[in-house]
């Protein structure tokens, strides 16, 4: 099976500064179709996940630019270019090439 | 646009039954397949099920191969979760959400099943 591993699993951050979340998975993640069917999600408190990043580094509708995704092969990355307020919640990354497995999830918190 | 409206949830006894309901609207249901993930309290997400548009395949997270069944009516706009032979383990927040883009990309509000004596 494969085994997603994120870090770190806290994460206070500033209000302004960046933040980075890793993603590392236990086999690669390249489909036989040559995509990469690697996801990030957000989930603020209280609420339902929302998608943010699908296939390593397309944003969905809606995310503002501030979140980018990069990475590939087995290691990803989750970048916050300037930490708001409203980022405070869980990120999960959530592999979908070979079946479905999410992250242990990162809380990000406000310093 | 996409509304994903669970229902069913509630407090059963281990081994007992329960099924979930996810009422969906907003979008053209019979060509997009339907998830299934849970998150227990104060836990992680975990995937569960995933049924195709078109019904006819359906796939399921080890733990709960055999007891869980995912089913898909086209004509109500309605996805189920049959849950056979509950245990502790699985009391969670049930979420439906809607395939896009290879995952599951528009979600539900969750319903909660709680599994205990």
């Known amino acids: 099976d494969v085994v997603i591993t994120q870090s770190p699993l806290s994460l206070p951050v500033t209000i302004g500064q960046p933040a980075s979340i890793s993603c590392r998975s236990s086999q690669s993640l390249v489909y036989s179709d040559g995509n990469t069917y690697l996801n990030w999600f957000q989930q603020r408190p209280g609420q339902s996940p929302r998608r943010l990043i699908y296939k390593v580094s397309n944003r969905d509708s809606g995310v503002p630019d501030r979140f980018s995704g990069s990475g590939s092969g087995t290691d990803f990355t989750l970048k916050i270019s300037r930490v708001e307020a409203e980022d405070v919640g869980v990120y999960y990354c959530m592999q979908g090439t070979l079946w479905y497995a999410f992250g242990q999830g990162t809380k990000l918190e406000i310093k | 646009q996409v509304q994903l409206v669970e229902s069913g949830g509630g407090v059963v006894q281990p081994g007992r039954s329960l099924r979930l309901f996810c009422a969906a609207s907003g979008f053209t249901f019979n060509t997009y397949d339907m998830h299934w993930v849970r998150q227990a309290p104060g836990k992680g997400l975990e995937w569960v099920a995933l049924i195709s548009y078109d019904g006819r395949n359906e796939y399921y997270t080890d733990s709960v191969k055999g007891r869980f069944t995912i089913s898909r009516d086209n004509s109500k706009n309605t996805v189920y979760l049959q849950m056979n032979s509950l245990r502790v383990e699985d009391t969670a927040v049930y979420y439906c959400?809607?395939?896009?883009?290879?995952?599951?990309?528009?979600w539900g509000q969750g319903t909660l099943v709680t599994v205990s004596s």
């Open positions: 959400a809607r395939d896009f883009n290879w995952a599951p990309g528009y």
